[in-house]
T-cell receptor
């Protein structure tokens, strides 16, 4: 049974690096991992997407180990405005399933 | 310019009523989706259409019926509304490519069933 799991909440302080891990044990070879950010009363917004090893863009990095059963979203030097809910999404090509994790509520404190 | 728009933003109605939520995207994408986000913020896909054809139809009561008049629009009609239908409904769109697709979400429609 395809499942995507992540921690419910995390706390951090401004300027720290935050790492949020998502577990996806049943991921298959061609399945991609995508992370979204959601602020209150808004729709989720794309952050980063990856398939293997490491992907970096202007806002985050995504680390995917060789077995691909988990992935880690890394936010460098967070600020108060990074307080949001972060979702991991795996598109399981087998069965055409799109399964979000339950979301990680990140709280950044001054 | 709004990429994915939904109307209405808020919808309050009585149990047993029928209501519709509209979604439009101006990104030229071929694929559109409907998601339900419950009070615990869990996001679950309901439907997906590619070029007006249904491609994902999760286990959703048949009181929910999506309609896609053209590839820029995907509306959601709900019959005989129940208390448990109260949630935020998000529309999204994407352009199929290699691997998976980046989805662009609308602002959401908060449905409250009394």
């Amino acid at each position: 049974l395809a499942k995507t799991t992540q921690p419910i909440s995390m706390d951090s302080y401004e300027g720290q690096e935050v790492n949020i891990t998502c577990s996806h044990n049943n991921i298959a070879t061609n399945d991609y991992i995508t992370w979204y950010q959601q602020f209150p009363s808004q729709g989720p917004r794309f952050i980063i997407q990856g398939y293997k090893t490491k992907v970096t863009n202007e806002v985050a990095s995504l680390f995917i180990p060789a077995d691909r059963k988990s992935s880690t979203l890394s936010l460098p030097r967070v600020s108060l405005s990074d307080t949001a809910v972060y979702y991991c999404l795996v598109a399981y090509n087998q069965g055409g399933k799109l399964i979000f994790g339950q979301g990680t509520e990140l709280s950044v404190k001054p | 310019d709004t990429a994915v728009s939904q109307t209405p933003k808020y919808l309050v109605t009585q149990m047993g009523n029928d209501k519709s939520i509209k979604c439009e995207q101006n990104l030229g994408h071929d694929t559109m989706y409907w998601y339900k986000q419950d009070s615990k913020k869990f996001l679950k896909i309901m439907f997906s259409y590619n070029n007006k054809e249904l491609i994902i139809n999760e286990t959703v009561p048949n009181r929910f019926s999506p309609k896609s008049p053209d590839k820029a629009h995907l509306n959601l009609h709900i019959n005989s509304l129940e208390l448990g239908d109260s949630a935020v409904y998000f529309c999204a769109s994407s352009q199929p490519g290699q691997g998976t697709d980046t989805q662009y979400f609308g602002p959401g429609t908060r449905l409250t069933v009394l």
